[in-house]
């Protein structure tokens, strides 16, 4: 079953940048409109940023001017990077086809855990 792997994450100081990385498992290459989600503890899954395979991007609210979704289709690779990093961006983070996008992947991945301590 294909899975997005993703990477990158860590424990970082309030206003710091990381930049996350989500490849496919496998050699499958599956170029299609993709999303970085983030599960806050407690907290329902939220979809973050959207970038379609003409690289058209959207994010929530919250993140607006500090994250920027990214491709390289070459590599197969999907990245997010996050700066000036705040408390409440503390999450693990995921990558996937956006709802009502094609699906890429059978499942979810381990996600990559980012903790932004104040």
């Known amino acids: 079953q294909v899975q997005p792997v993703e990477s990158g994450g860590g424990l970082v100081q309030a206003g710091a940048s990381l930049r996350l990385s989500c490849e496919t498992s496998?050699?499958?290459?599956?170029?299609?409109?993709m999303a970085w989600f983030r599960q806050a503890p407690g907290k329902e899954r939220e979809l973050v940023a959207t970038?379609?395979?003409?690289?058209?991007?959207t994010y929530v609210d919250s993140v607006k001017g500090r994250f920027t979704i990214s491709r390289d289709n070459a590599k197969n690779t999907v990245y997010l990077q996050m700066n000036s990093l705040k408390s409440e961006d503390t999450a693990v983070y995921y990558c996937?086809?956006?709802?009502?996008?094609?699906?890429?992947?059978?499942?979810w991945g381990q996600g990559t855990q980012v903790t932004v301590s104040s």
């Open positions: 996937n086809s956006p709802p009502g996008g094609f699906p890429c992947f059978g499942s």
């Open positions: 496998g050699d499958v290459k599956c170029i299609a409109d």
């Open positions: 970038i379609t395979t003409g690289g058209s991007t």
